[in-house]
């Protein structure tokens, strides 16, 4: 194994300066820039990019990301990264990020993998500046060092890393196309509220739950807090621990939870098992059974998140005023409207949480061989994906 450090291996380049690109030269078509929210997973989340014309990408050359290249958070969470693949090649990166380009001497995706590691990401942690708001620059992630096989090696333990992650990958993308599915069928068939014949409001189908749970009953796969709820519609990570109260929320399956914390970010969840939630998530239980997906799809819509932020109070740390989002209108379909949408809705969010069950499956598989490999514990050639 060789060792060198991160500036022996790599060049490393700071994202623009606020003087250099404002958010005023935004445009709505043009090249992507990848922002801190963006990182976090090995590929970078898509969804509301800001863009920039040609002419301010041609302006700023050297921000101008390549394949192999990987991405970290400058602010923040500062031992976050992601990795430029082919589709990427060509997209930017904003000022409150850095970009690593690997030299010939270690495989990118090996060096990508090798940030994941847990005893890297802590020393990138503690190498950060500032309580409040960590920051790192080019100098000190610099002097991380690397350990390294021969190039051969690298690919293979990259490989089989990347394998993984590629199922992974594949798993969300058809659970992209299953929601928008989904939600295509519920506005189809109940988005307009003033052309139904039943209308009504969302208390006429659901309540919050009141029931309580033993904490002692839950453990970290069945507690939901904001802080285990990913945004933008994601579902979930397993919470990192558990109320110190003797009790907390009682979930069932079937409810729908949603974050009631800055409501923008959209976090939802729907119950696919008993479980609990802490006090800052709304448990949203159906009033009958089968209304638990056409209350989820309700929920899942743009347009709630929207009346939802609407109506939130406070500015720092927004809340959704409870009893106004159960004025929010909706349609109040008849039995039979009902029942054939659940003949596709329900399949539909079984596969959703399928896939994302195997996903996590797929990462504690991928978390449990990254160390081993990357230490030589566990040899290559064992391995057989």
Same mark, same amino acid.
């Given at each position: 194994?060789?060792?060198?450090?991160?500036?022996?291996?790599?060049?490393? @380049?700071?994202?623009?300066?606020?003087?250099?690109?404002?958010?005023?030269?935004?445009?709505?078509?043009?090249?992507?820039?990848?922002?801190?929210?963006?990182?976090?997973?090995?590929?970078?989340?898509?969804?509301?990019?800001?863009?920039?014309?040609?002419?301010?990408?041609?302006?700023?050359?050297?921000?101008?990301?390549? @394949?192999?290249?990987?991405?970290?958070?400058? *602010?923040?969470?500062?031992?976050?990264?992601? /990795?430029?693949?082919?589709?990427?090649?060509?997209?930017?990166?904003?000022?409150?990020?850095?970009?690593?380009?690997?030299?010939?001497?270690?495989?990118?995706?090996?060096?990508? /993998?090798?940030?994941?590691?847990?005893?890297?990401?802590?020393? *990138?942690?503690?190498?950060?500046?500032?309580?409040?708001?960590?920051?790192?620059?080019?100098?000190?992630?610099?002097?991380?060092?690397?350990?390294?096989?021969?190039?051969?090696?690298?690919?293979?333990?990259?490989?089989?890393?990347?394998?993984?992650?590629?199922?992974?990958?594949?798993?969300?993308?058809?659970?992209?196309?299953?929601?928008?599915?989904?939600?295509?069928? /519920?506005?189809?068939?109940?988005?307009?509220?003033?052309?139904?014949?039943?209308?009504?409001?969302?208390?006429?189908?659901?309540?919050?739950?009141?029931?309580?749970?033993?904490?002692?009953?839950?453990?970290?796969?069945?507690?939901?807090?904001?802080?285990?709820?990913?945004?933008?519609?994601?579902?979930?990570?397993?919470?990192?621990?558990?109320?110190?109260?003797?009790?907390?929320?009682?979930?069932?399956?079937?409810?729908?939870?949603?974050?009631?914390?800055?409501?923008?970010?959209?976090?939802?969840?729907?119950?696919?098992?008993?479980?609990?939630?802490?006090?800052?998530?709304?448990?949203?239980?159906?009033?009958?059974?089968?209304?638990?997906?056409?209350?989820?799809?309700?929920?899942?819509?743009?347009?709630?998140?929207?009346?939802?932020?609407?109506?939130?109070?406070?500015?720092?740390?927004?809340?959704?005023?409870?009893?106004?989002?159960?004025? /929010?209108?909706?349609?109040?379909?008849?039995?039979?409207?009902?029942?054939?949408?659940?003949?596709?809705?329900?399949?539909?969010?079984?596969?959703?949480?399928?896939?994302?069950?195997?996903?996590?499956?797929?990462?504690?598989?991928?978390?449990?061989?990254?160390?081993?490999?990357?230490?030589?514990?566990?040899?290559?050639?064992?391995?057989?994906?």
């Amino acid at each position: 194994m060789k060792e060198k450090f991160l500036r022996e291996l790599a060049d490393i @380049q700071t994202g623009p300066f606020g003087s250099q690109l404002h958010k005023e030269d935004y445009v709505a078509d043009g090249t992507p820039i990848v922002t801190v929210e963006h990182l976090g997973n090995k590929m970078f989340s898509e969804q509301n990019l800001p863009r920039v014309s040609n002419t301010d990408k041609n302006r700023l050359k050297k921000y101008v990301l390549k @394949q192999g290249d990987i991405v970290f958070s400058r *602010v923040g969470s500062v031992d976050r990264c992601s /990795y430029v693949d082919q589709k990427h090649d060509g997209w930017m990166f904003s000022g409150r990020c850095l970009r690593v380009r690997p030299t010939s001497e270690i495989v990118s995706e090996y060096l990508y /993998y090798y940030f994941c590691l847990e005893e890297t990401k802590q020393f *990138v942690r503690n190498i950060s500046v500032g309580a409040t708001m960590p920051s790192i620059n080019t100098k000190l992630l610099g002097e991380v060092v690397v350990t390294f096989p021969e190039l051969e090696q690298q690919k293979r333990i990259s490989g089989i890393l990347s394998a993984i992650d590629s199922k992974i990958e594949v798993n969300q993308k058809i659970n992209d196309n299953l929601a928008v599915l989904l939600q295509t069928v /519920y506005q189809e068939r109940f988005g307009d509220v003033d052309k139904a014949v039943e209308q009504g409001v969302l208390s006429d189908i659901c309540s919050y739950s009141k029931d309580r749970v033993a904490v002692s009953e839950l453990d970290v796969s069945t507690y939901f807090s904001t802080e285990n709820m990913l945004p933008r519609k994601a579902g979930s990570t397993e919470a990192t621990s558990l109320p110190t109260t003797p009790q907390t929320t009682a979930c069932h399956k079937g409810d729908t939870l949603i974050s009631n914390i800055r409501p923008y970010f959209k976090k939802i969840v729907y119950c696919e098992d008993e479980c609990g939630c802490s006090t800052d998530v709304l448990c949203f239980m159906p009033n009958q059974p089968q209304y638990s997906a056409y209350l989820f799809s309700t929920l899942y819509a743009d347009k709630f998140f929207a009346f939802m932020v609407a109506g939130a109070k406070g500015t720092k740390m927004p809340r959704g005023d409870k009893q106004r989002i159960m004025t /929010y209108p909706i349609v109040l379909p008849s039995e039979v409207a009902l029942a054939e949408f659940n003949i596709i809705a329900l399949p539909l969010i079984k596969q959703i949480y399928s896939n994302r069950a195997e996903n996590k499956r797929l990462s504690l598989l991928r978390d449990t061989l990254l160390p081993k490999l990357m230490s030589g514990e566990l040899d290559v050639s064992d391995i057989d994906l």
